[in-house]
């Protein structure tokens, strides 16, 4: 199978979604090599950036998940590189 690497930047204006958001990203921590939040209070939002390493359609769905709770949206950027699943890099 291939996978990608992708990077989802989310931005949550709503805090009462931040479970929700938090139940999905841990659904799919198998594929997370890495995450960042920032709170930036002055605006009353948070900035996370979530990288992953998966195939395509994993990322599409978790991207779409995320993007479809309340106050929160989320964009997708993918890498060039495609790997199949178990190659070394």
């Known amino acids: 199978m291939e996978t ?3 990077l989802i930047g989310i931005i949550v204006e709503q805090e009462s979604s931040a479970a929700a958001l938090n139940a999905l990203l841990h659904e799919y921590g198998g594929y997370i090599i890495g995450r960042m939040g920032l709170p930036y209070r002055e605006r009353g939002v948070n900035i996370i950036s979530v990288v992953l390493d998966a195939p395509q359609d994993k990322i599409a769905a978790l991207s779409g998940k995320i993007g479809r709770l309340p106050g929160v949206s989320a964009k997708t950027q993918y890498s060039n590189v495609i790997s199949r699943e ?3 890099q």
């Open 86 to 88: 178990g190659e070394n």
């Open 4 to 6: 990608r690497v992708a």
